[in-house]
């Protein structure tokens, strides 16, 4: 299995800007692969040979829960203080490459299709101990305690051994989930979500969550708001609560997307 990530790099000066499909409304946005290049990424506080595509933060009006990176780390380098919020959680998902992530002193080696939860208020590191360069999707989001329940621990587990859960009466759209949705430590939850050939989500969903989208593989028709956008490797969708969203694959191979999501919590019923 492989996964999308940045291209980076520069397009050729005979490209023409008019033919991008990058896209920001006012209930969702799409950021292309085709735009996330090198002049656009990140260099970050405490990290060494290592640069990010920032591709999400909260905004107030718009999705307001969670940041989103794709963190590409040159051989040696890496950060012994990757999270510089105590309160925050993180998902790291690594698409290629070689990561040594270390917690309690306990190194977890994560390679393609690795997946790590990482608690607010943890110390970890990561490093790339390897020969070529590594990639990962981290996600961001400051956790929000819930009475009766404590944080949840961190875990490490993988793409390739966790099982697709298929919907109801169909075995072309389903959800490799990597937490119990019944467990109400978890106040995000981050999936993958699978569409075989001809797969769809038949209706038009419309919810509280906020979505981060990033396509790891195949391409999709995809409906935001009222429109319906060609997607394939590498672009990222980026909705805020309420906006519409449906699918259905388009080519012979999966589709398949990485997707960030808020839950398990009450509105709060105070603005910041």
Known sequence: MTYAFPIGGLPDQSEDPAASTAIF????AVIPATVMRDIVTSLLPGWTNARAWIIAKPLTGFAETF???????????????????PAAEGVLFVTHGEMVLTMDDVPHILVSGGYAYLPPGKAWSVKNLGHIP?????????????????????????????????MPGTDKWGTTRFVNTADLRHDMHVNIVTFRPGGRI???????????????????????????VEVGPGDFMWLRAWCPQACIATGDSEFRY???KDVNRHPALTLP
Do not use: C
């Not at 038949?202 to 989208?213: K, Q, S, V, Y």
């Open 134 to 166: 590594a990639g990962f999707h981290w996600i961001r989001k400051r956790y929000i305690p819930a009475p009766g329940h404590d944080a949840p621990e961190a875990f490490f587990t993988s793409d390739k051994t966790t099982e697709v859960n298929w």
């Open 67 to 85: 940041a989103q990176y794709a963190v590409e780390v040159a051989p040696g380098g890496g950060s012994n203080s990757p999270e510089p919020d």
């Open 258 to 260: 990485l997707l960030y």
């Open 25 to 28: 409304t006012t209930a969702y």
């Open 202 to 228: 038949p209706f038009a969903e419309t919810h509280i969550m906020e979505h981060g989208l990033y396509v790891l593989t195949g391409t999709a028709r995809y409906l935001l708001n009222r429109d319906w």
